[in-house]
């Protein structure tokens, strides 16, 4: 079984060694590593040459900036592994995880493998506990309500098909898991749950997500992969409460994120969208819930979205 990764890097000078150590010292073996330098203007270049230069699992390209989705698509074309992972070059994954992931995968045939994330914060490992402890095939209606259920680094996924949806992150947005996750889940006919804690999510304060000069985009990507991707739910042929998770899913992904751009102009676009209707309303509680977010969405964020 062999694992190819994926490593986008953008000026991270800081952080790329412990990244790419954290890869080298994996105790399985068989696998490679595709880092792609989004036209990094630090000394990120210098400093994955120098550590690379006698490590053959490691295959280095160097691309115009195009941003995290254009060099995440870049590297899939170039893997020859069997399972694809993605690790962000400011983060890092436990020494253990390939191991773990092929003592699942040797025998089975799974198209997607979950795992858990840690984030660290102020160089401080903080686990979310998931309610789910047993590692087992799990569905989507299970998955929708673990941490990080939409973020592309949580996930190990088959090659074959991976490649065969042409899946693409969206080049220009921000928040692009947010947009292709879910929809990837919703194709695939086999995930496993493997209760470990396999990826270290670093949380820094000059990141893209913490960047309050982009926040008004962030906001409004957020908004646009959700009208998408509720229009492309809408006509999948797919079991109605599992559309339903889905479409509650964008639905509060992008109403919950006028909890940090509370701009009149968003909530105006919110009700003109009626994306109150996609919230779910099967039972009585959940009726009441959208119920109120149709009469007022700040009520509903204050309410039931801590906001």
Known sequence: MKFSIVVPVYNVENYIIKCLESINKQSYDNYEVIIVNDGSTDNSEALIKKYIEDKNKFKYYKKENGGLSDARNFGVKYITGDYLL?????????????????????NNNYEMVKFNIIDVINDKAVKHIEKLKESREVTFKELV???????????????????????????????????????????TKSI??????????????????????????????????ALENINIIKNLDIEEDTKALALNFYAVGAISRYKIYRNKDYLKRLKQEHIAKYLLNKTWKQKIKRLICMISYKWFIKLFLGG
């Not at 994954?93 to 003592?103: C, T, V, Y």
């Not at 991976?162 to 992150?169: A, P, R, S």
């Open 192 to 225: 496993y749950y493997l209760n470990f804690y396999g990826y270290y999510y670093v949380k820094r304060e000059n990141s893209i997500i913490n960047d309050p000069k982009k926040i008004e985009k962030r906001v409004y990507d957020v908004l646009k992969l």
């Open 86 to 106: 993605f690790v962000d070059s400011d983060d890092y994954i436990d020494e253990k995880l390939l191991e773990k992931l092929n003592d699942v995968l040797r």
């Open 145 to 187: 309500n673990f941490s990080y259920f939409e973020v592309a680094c949580a996930f190990c996924y088959q090659a074959k098909f991976y490649k065969e949806h042409k899946y693409q992150f969206k080049k220009g947005y921000y928040h692009e898991d947010f947009g292709l996750i879910p929809l990837i889940l919703l194709d």
